[in-house]
């Protein structure tokens, strides 16, 4: 049984879901995408992502008229796998087709830039044995579209879960993993830049996540990850 958190950025709410392995996604079209494949190969039993992206996927799949075989969609940071800020771990991105042919990959490539639902997708020469598309949003905290956006008190989504998955896992404590940027997740984020030498503002902006990123990236869960 998996727990599914559900950012839905147009309105800024947070919906929790609960599924077995085979149950579809939520917000999936006509179980194209079930849990195990959003998985891939993440141990977690809390995942997340955003309604955008699962609508994206929908608009993608329904276009294509077949199916599309995911190789890897979400992972936790302290996973890894990815790159260090990598979409994989907000939820919202899709590495697919690594089954198919040269031409059904271009295919699913070129409905996925024409329909203009994903954030970005991965030009052919960067990946050309899959597909990659990711539905991220806002702008990245480093004046680039390709990382976190900055998050601070009050602060909602994707980029807040995989903060405070940082965060706990470093043995800050937020009160929970729901999302939300609240007065716990603002304290811990203090502490933690006062204990690296970092402006301590409460905000998550550039160098607190380049800092928090590369210390807990691919090194795996602690005592005091909540999962």
Not at 48 to 61: K, L
Request: glycine letters at 12%; charged letters at 15%.
């Amino acid at each position: 049984m998996a727990k599914i958190i559900v950012y839905n950025t147009s309105n800024n709410t947070l919906e929790t879901f609960w599924r077995e392995e085979n149950d579809p996604m939520p917000y999936v079209w006509n179980n194209t995408m079930r849990v195990r494949e959003f998985r891939g190969s993440s141990g977690s039993p809390t995942l997340w992502t955003t309604r955008q992206a699962m609508e994206a996927w929908n608009a993608t799949r329904q276009t294509y008229g077949g199916p599309i075989p995911v190789g890897y969609a979400f992972k936790r940071i302290w996973e890894g796998g990815h790159g260090v800020t990598s979409q994989h771990y907000a939820g919202v991105s899709f590495d697919v087709g690594q089954r198919l042919t040269n031409n059904q990959r271009a295919r699913i490539r070129n409905i996925a830039s024409q329909l203009g639902v994903w954030g970005y997708v991965e030009p052919r020469n960067l990946t050309p044995t899959w597909v990659h598309f990711d539905r991220r949003y806002g702008q990245g905290a480093c004046t680039t579209s390709s990382g976190y956006n900055t998050v601070f008190r009050g602060s909602r989504g994707a980029y807040v879960l995989i903060l405070q998955d940082c965060l706990n896992t470093l043995g800050y404590a937020t009160a929970g993993l729901d999302g939300i940027f609240g007065n716990a997740t603002h304290t811990a984020v203090r502490n933690f830049q006062g204990d690296y030498g970092l402006a301590v503002d409460g905000v998550c902006g550039c160098n607190t996540w380049r800092t928090i990123t590369n210390i807990v990236h691919a090194n795996g869960p602690t005592d005091t990850t909540i999962n």
